[in-house]
């Protein structure tokens, strides 16, 4: 039996309640914890996210080398499209992310709060033809 039951990834930020909006939208979620400096959202597929207040707390800055990564978020989906009108509506913005190539098809974005994160494009189940 494991001891651990579940990870979640957390989030400082300066407003936990605003953040947990946009990913909680974002994810289709609901709230599952709320106290005065914590925000956590469960989505559908099992994603648990948490949204810690820090007033001090600094966005990276990637793709930038000023500031580290941090953490960064990669959410798989079947319409890239559509997923950055989404995100784009609930107020994240595209980062220019060019640079070493990748195997997925992928874009970058940060949240209102400056999280870097990626929409990946789910892989194709359907059979190879030729």
């Not at 997923?83 to 190539?101: D, I, K």
């Amino acid at each position: 039996m494991s001891l651990v039951k579940a990870g979640v990834v957390v989030l400082d930020c300066a407003e936990p309640e605003k953040l947990a909006v946009f990913y909680k939208e974002l994810l289709e979620a609901e709230e599952a914890v709320v106290t005065a400096n914590v925000v956590e959202i469960r989505a559908p597929g099992g994603t648990r996210l948490a949204f810690r207040r820090d007033a001090n707390a600094t966005p990276p800055s990637w793709p930038r080398p000023e500031n580290a990564l941090q953490v960064h978020l990669d959410f798989l989906v079947e319409d890239l499209d559509e997923a950055e009108r989404r995100v784009v509506g609930l107020g994240g913005r595209p980062l220019e992310t060019r640079g070493a190539p990748t195997v997925y098809e992928e874009r970058g974005y940060a949240d209102p709060a400056g999280h870097s994160f990626t929409l990946r494009l789910l892989p194709s189940t359907a059979p190879k033809r030729g």
